[in-house]
């Protein structure tokens, strides 16, 4: 039996990384995929891989507007709506001293604040699906400092907050939604490749980053994508608001 027969699944930042290696599993498990980005060209690409049990709709997570939409087409393509991925999201490089206010707002507008309007915009779908499951990409950055990312940390920390909250939330309401944050360590995705030619000491930018984890490399997107799959499938039934650690054993 597939892992996800009969479950509709919207994924923001579905074009690319652990977004579309996601998309991957969940239509590979007999879900419905509707992958969500603002990056038409490669979303649209990979829907068309995907074939019809994938959808691509346009989405730019900070304007709830579009959020409505792409809800409103995903339950008019497949009938329902049971899971979230939230995985949009951008990293910037700043420290305490240096960052705008600019930068900040934007790091934290579109990690956080789109993580929030994702998951207010698909309760309505969710609940009148029977329930489900949303998962929201944290990171370890999340969980601990890094003195070189403020911006992105604050933002990532917010996004295990919200987690929790709208876990509780649900589970007192009795909608059957469950709400869980994924914290990846490094993940070579393109978010980090400017990061991987930038040499430090004598390190290149690679080595410095893969020396952070006790496994020594990077991980690789399908490795975060069998977390949200596990998430997203009813294989995790237990488990609300809490954190899901997929690093390489670079917090242990
Ligand atoms: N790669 C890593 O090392 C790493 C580590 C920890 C957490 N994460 C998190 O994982 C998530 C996925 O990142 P990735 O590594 O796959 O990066 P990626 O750059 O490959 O994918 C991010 C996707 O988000 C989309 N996006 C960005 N801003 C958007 C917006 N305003 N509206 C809609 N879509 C938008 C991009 O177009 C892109 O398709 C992010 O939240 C990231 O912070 C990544």
């Given at each position: 039996?597939?892992?996800?027969?009969?479950?509709?699944?919207?994924l923001?930042?579905g074009a690319?990384?652990?977004?579309?290696?996601?998309a991957?599993?969940?239509?590979?498990?007999?879900?419905?995929?509707?992958l969500a980005?603002?990056?038409?060209?490669?979303g649209?690409?990979?829907a068309?891989?995907?074939?019809?049990?994938?959808?691509f709709?346009?989405?730019?997570?900070?304007?709830?507007?579009?959020?409505?939409?792409?809800?409103?087409?995903?339950?008019?393509?497949?009938?329902?709506?049971?899971?979230?991925?939230?995985?949009?999201?951008?990293?910037?490089?700043?420290?305490?001293?240096?960052?705008?206010?600019?930068?900040?707002?934007?790091?934290?507008?579109?990690?956080?604040?789109?993580?929030?309007?994702?998951?207010?915009?698909?309760?309505?779908?969710?609940?009148?699906?029977?329930?489900?499951?949303?998962?929201?990409?944290?990171?370890?950055?999340?969980?601990?400092?890094?003195?070189?990312?403020?911006?992105?940390?604050?933002?990532?920390?917010?996004?295990?907050?919200?987690?929790?909250?709208?876990?509780?939330?649900?589970?007192?309401?009795?909608?059957?939604?469950?709400?869980?944050?994924?914290?990846?360590?490094?993940?070579?995705?393109?978010?980090?490749?400017?990061?991987?030619?930038?040499?430090?000491?004598?390190?290149?930018?690679?080595?410095?980053?893969?020396?952070?984890?006790?496994?020594?490399?990077?991980?690789?997107?399908?490795?975060?994508?069998?977390?949200?799959?596990?998430?997203?499938?009813?294989?995790?039934?237990?488990?609300?608001?809490?954190?899901?650690?997929?690093?390489?054993?670079?917090?242990?």
């Open positions: 039996m597939a892992r996800l027969e009969g479950k509709v699944v919207l923001s930042g690319s990384g652990i977004g579309a290696a996601t991957r599993l969940v239509v590979r498990e007999g879900g419905k995929a509707v980005d603002r990056d038409e060209a490669k649209r690409a990979l068309a891989e995907l074939g019809p049990a994938a959808l709709v346009p989405l730019d997570v900070i304007r709830e507007e579009t959020w409505q939409t792409a809800v409103a087409a995903t339950v008019d393509a497949f009938g329902g709506l049971h899971g979230l991925l939230n995985a949009a999201g951008i990293g910037v490089r700043n420290t305490i001293e240096d960052c705008s206010l600019a930068d900040y707002r934007r790091v934290n507008d579109i990690n956080s604040l789109g993580s929030f309007l994702g998951c207010k915009s698909v309760l309505p779908a969710m609940k009148q699906s029977g329930g489900g499951s949303i998962v929201n990409i944290s990171s370890v950055l999340g969980l601990r400092g890094a003195s070189y990312a403020m911006a992105y940390c604050a933002s990532k920390g917010a996004v295990r907050a919200l987690t929790k909250n709208v876990a509780m939330h649900c589970a007192q309401m009795k909608y059957n939604i469950r709400c869980n944050s994924v914290h990846p360590g490094y993940i070579d995705t393109p978010m980090i490749a400017p990061r991987l030619d930038q040499n430090i000491g004598n390190l290149s930018g690679r080595q410095w980053l893969e020396e952070l984890h006790p496994l020594g490399r990077l991980g690789q997107a399908e490795e975060v994508a069998n977390m949200n799959l596990f998430l997203l499938s009813d294989e995790s039934s237990f488990a609300t608001g809490s954190e899901f650690v997929c690093d390489g054993g670079l917090t242990a």
